[in-house]
């Protein structure tokens, strides 16, 4: 007699689910970790391009001989949320909008570039003004990590927490 097998028996199907499903159960933590980091990568750039434009408006000639543009950089020495430089619509906060080609910095806009936030409707970015040369100026954000656990066991609204090596948040310090 002359069989006519043309198909898989039910026990070689089984095999080959029980195979991928292994496979998958060891690939899938590390893709998820792989997708944390490169999130926090990109937050991480987009803070810094927002800390560039920050430091280079304020250093602008023009911005420079604008007396209100000075008061506002002025009182940077304590936090200041980044949308609190709107106040005055003084050249400084215009040259960080064109250097960032944004209408304004209001919370709901940098809220969208920032993908690895644990708590994204409430991420606030703060700069402070620290002294120095190579950084002038600290900046973080709130409501998220730099190690991707989404571990925020600081208080966000001192820059002095970020050379804390438990729970940082994403920062230019």
Known sequence: MKKNNKGFSLVELIIVIAIMAILVGIIAPQLLKYIEKSKVSTDLRSLDAIYQAVVYA???PNVLLDQPSQDLINSL????KLEDLAVGNTKYY???LDLLDLQD????TYEKFFTSSHDPN?????VQYKGGVMNPMAMWATTTDVTGNRNTNYDPLDWTHL???NGR???IK
Do not use: F
């Open 77 to 80: 020495s304590t936090k200041t």
């Open 58 to 60: 304020a250093n602008d």
């Open 122 to 126: 409430n991420l606030t970015i703060y």
């Open 163 to 165: 050379e804390d090596p």
């Open 105 to 108: 910095l209001n919370q709901s």
């Open 94 to 96: 215009q040259e960080i």
């Open 169 to 171: 948040c994403i920062a």
